[in-house]
């Protein structure tokens, strides 16, 4: 990242800009950095003015305490004066609930757009396993358990015990203990994992919620519940396509809705 700025509680972060046209700042989820995002800010940047950044507590940027989800929108906003006055937004799983709840806030968003944002009402026993990640993620945490509260992470995502021990041994691992503290970030986020419908409602722009069509049904209607939500809403599904998206496969479809 070759670019800093400062949120309203002092929190530098870190960022950068590629490309030309409307401009677009680009969320990540959990777990991930900038750099996750950066392939496809690549893919758009012959038409959309692409942002990636480091959410605060992660990569280059800092992490004021205590945290709260608004310092977060804070962090949008600073970001949105930074590269010049309004801008889209797109964020994918937990950053694309970070995106509705900056775009019901009254942040100058012209256009957002949301990949699988992980909504569990369509999940069978979403809540409770939303609230027993909560709780336990929270201990993990503060007994500075961080490989425990990745462990934690995984088993959310549906990775079975092989693929975690492989992990475990990993060169990766350090750093995805190194981020685990984020995990409570994204966690505030999604809130009770559940759709908010009021804050949905309240969304003035256009909204597209995209889905793969290899992932599971459930994720498939959390994004078209989004979309028929919204005032503004669209929905599309990306066959064949999980929750890793392929940029080459998501970046066209998402400058379609940016320059349209």
């Not at 608004?70 to 970001?79: F, G, N, S, Y």
């Not at 937990?94 to 009254?106: I, P």
């Not at 993620?137 to 961080?146: I, N, S, T, V």
């Not at 986020?189 to 049904?217: F, K, Q, T, Y």
């Amino acid at each position: 990242m070759d670019k800093k700025t400062t949120s309203r509680d002092g929190t530098s972060l870190a960022y950068e800009v590629i490309g030309q046209g409307p401009t677009v700042i680009l969320v990540s989820g959990a777990m991930s950095t900038g750099g996750t995002v950066a392939p496809l800010a690549r893919r758009l940047a012959d038409r959309c003015t692409a942002v990636v950044y480091d959410r605060r507590g992660r990569g280059a940027s800092g992490d004021t305490a205590p945290y709260d989800v608004d310092r977060e929108i804070e962090d949008l906003a600073a970001l949105t004066d930074a590269v010049g006055g309004e801008t889209a937004l797109f964020g994918v799983s937990s950053g694309g609930a970070l995106v509705l709840r900056a775009a019901a806030s009254g942040l100058p968003v012209a256009r957002a757009a949301v990949y699988e944002v992980p909504y569990a009402d369509h999940l069978a026993g979403g809540a409770a396993r939303e609230a027993t990640y909560k709780e336990q993620l929270g201990k993990a945490l503060g007994e500075d358990r961080l490989g425990d509260a990745v462990e934690l992470f995984l088993r959310l995502t549906g990775l079975g015990e092989e693929m975690i021990q492989r992990a475990r041994e990993s060169p990766m691992w350090a750093g995805m203990e190194a981020v685990a503290p984020s995990l409570a970030h994204d966690d505030a986020v999604m809130g009770d994992g559940l759709l908010p419908r009021d804050r949905l409602a309240a969304i003035g722009v256009p909204v597209l919620a995209v889905a793969g069509g290899a992932s599971p049904e459930w994720m498939r209607e959390a994004s078209r519940e989004i979309a028929e939500t919204v005032p503004q809403g669209t929905y599309r599904v990306l066959e064949g396509q999980t929750h890793a998206v392929e940029p080459d496969v998501l970046g066209p479809v998402l400058a379609e809705f940016f320059t349209g």
